[in-house]
């Protein structure tokens, strides 16, 4: 812990009114750290400020760790602290938007089904990864091979994916004449509302068809874009957060400073005015949502793959690196930027410092590993798009070919330093395998890397089936592997940085 920052916390604001005020209006899937520290958090500071009654229940679907956080917010009152850190300066809140929360393990799934098919509830919102949706990245419909959606569909009233709970309280909704609800993805997956609706009705019309149509004619799908950068928690950070307050929170979270929500207003059956405590509530999300996929999330992703191989444990240690800074600042201005349209004075430059000013916050201890999970699902919104407009302007993208080189490099499953990665991705053994066929080349034996890189760029659920027909492409991303494998992370980033002092 800093060693000021006892003196510099704010004093905790503990809610002036208890969870009798609250009507269960919302109920969340996925209440993990992100969640408790956004969404939940905005809704709090309405509270504070208006007479709403807006409440939560939160439910967690999948692990024990999950029932544990359960069973603690139940310990609690509902109530948990969310710790933002700023270079030393802290301030705390006690969050006290929570009405009850569940869990299939603790309270079983008719009775979260029930709890969702409530008259009083108009919301059912939920933040998950993009594997949560159970899509196919392929075809872009519902996954029925999926385990879960299997599961779903052997016994709908017992389900196991979010999109399962879903489908089953809409069901009971429809089948006893209740009014509609807001289907609200929370989440980083782009167009999210657009695929939860294309799940759920799949879901739907595998089962009824009647329930389809009143799903498509009366249930609302708004997208939503979020940020705030919240790290996993870590028992670092929880005893930390004991010290300040003086007593153990266990479903404590810490956050940066900055928050931003975006809601395309589009709802069934009414909604928090979120707007009065710094949502914005637009008719279209998709230029904002394109605008930190590719700048914010691509930057991420960036030093998530090229910081953790350098030897970097968390983004704000990479940023300490003048060559690191440098790149992806250019990344973000040069490669990212113009591939954007978005409304008129929007400032692509302010948003690109004070993401430089957000990455840099060393009170954030927001891992590489992290951020460099599931990255088979995040390349195609993150960079592939952006590469592609840059190849058909026939505009320069060597920072985006170094991260895909670094992706690449990284799935391998060592380190710089022979050591093993736990790669966390759906398709770890596709990776495995390919390894396994070629092993890690020298780079110096061009054919050999270039038949590993070919291989990856092969996996068309992830690159399609354009990119690996550009030569010009295939060779750039050749070239950025062979490089990371001379040189090493560290080195390849410098380059690039000198490059960009001298263009």
Known sequence: MENNLINNIKPALFPNWTAERLTTRIVHLGCGAFHRAHQALYTHHLLEQTGSDWGYCEVNLMSQQGALLVENLKKQSMRYTVAEKNQGVTTLNIIGSVKEAMHPLIDGAQAIIEKMARPDVAIFS?????????IDAATGQLDQNNPLIIADLACPTSPRSAIGYMTAALKLRFERQLSPVTILSCDNVRKNGQIARQAVLELARLQDEKLAQWIEQRVTFPCTMVDRIV??????????????????????????PFRQWVI????ANGRPDWDRVGAQFVEDVTPFETMKLRILNGAHSFLAYLGYLGGYAHISDAMTNPDYRRAVHALMLNEQAPTLSMPENTDLASYVEKLIERFSNSSLKHQTWQIAMDGSQKLPQRWLDSVQWHIEKGSDYRHLALGIAAWMRYVSGVDEQGQPIDVRDPLK?????????????????????????EELLAIESIFGNKLIKNRDFVENIIHAYQQLLGVGARRAVAILSVQDENR
């Not at 939920?126 to 159970?134: A, I, P, S």
């Not at 395309?264 to 709802?267: A, Y």
């Not at 053994?429 to 890189?453: M, Q, W």
């Open 126 to 134: 939920l933040t998950v990864t993009e594997k949560g949706y159970c």
């Open 231 to 256: 790290p996993a928690v870590s028992e670092e950070t929880l005893t930390e957060i004991v010290q300040l307050l003086g007593w153990k929170d266990a479903c404590a979270v810490a956050c940066e």
């Open 264 to 267: 395309e207003d589009n709802f």
């Open 429 to 453: 053994a596709v990776f495995a395998a390919i390894y396994d066929r070629h092993g890690l080349p020298v780079a110096a034996v061009k054919e050999s890397v270039k038949k590993l890189v």
